[in-house]
């Protein structure tokens, strides 16, 4: 079965950096979207970026030029690269992968109508101001 375990988060001051990290097992779709999103507390879930099988990106407005979503097929694992971090990017951090069925992969990947199947359990990231 599929499933997916983040690492990588922990605390900074404002102006640092992480690299967050997600190990993929058991996903072996050859077209696929990947993404990562976060949630604060008393806040809805926010799309933060997404990568899909061609290695296209997508990215919040709200982090571009601040993150990078990557991918490293050898080791299955998707990176949430995090540089001039904020106050506000303080969340848990999620990845996630579809269904695979989407031919067009991360179209709409940030919105609510694009299904994510597999989630992991979260990785927290505080920064302080």
């Known amino acids: 079965q599929v499933h997916l375990v983040e690492s990588g988060g922990g605390s900074v001051q404002s102006g640092g950096s992480l690299r967050l990290s997600c190990v993929v097992s058991?996903?072996?779709?050859?077209?696929?979207?990947l993404a990562w999103f976060r949630q604060a507390p008393g806040k809805e879930r926010e799309g933060v970026a997404s990568i899909d099988s061609d290695g296209k990106t997508t990215y919040a407005d709200s982090v571009k030029g601040r993150f990078t979503i990557s991918q490293d097929n050898a080791k299955n694992t998707l990176y949430l690269q995090m540089n001039s971090l904020k106050p506000e990017d303080t969340a848990m951090y999620y990845c996630?992968?579809?269904?695979?069925?989407?031919?067009?992969?991360?179209?709409?990947?940030?919105?609510?109508?694009?299904?994510?199947?597999?989630w992991g359990q979260g990785t927290q990231v505080t920064v302080s101001s």
């Open positions: 058991g996903y072996t779709y050859s077209r696929y979207c």
């Open positions: 996630a992968a579809d269904s695979g069925a989407y031919y067009y992969t991360c179209r709409g990947a940030l919105s609510e109508g694009h299904a994510y199947n597999y």
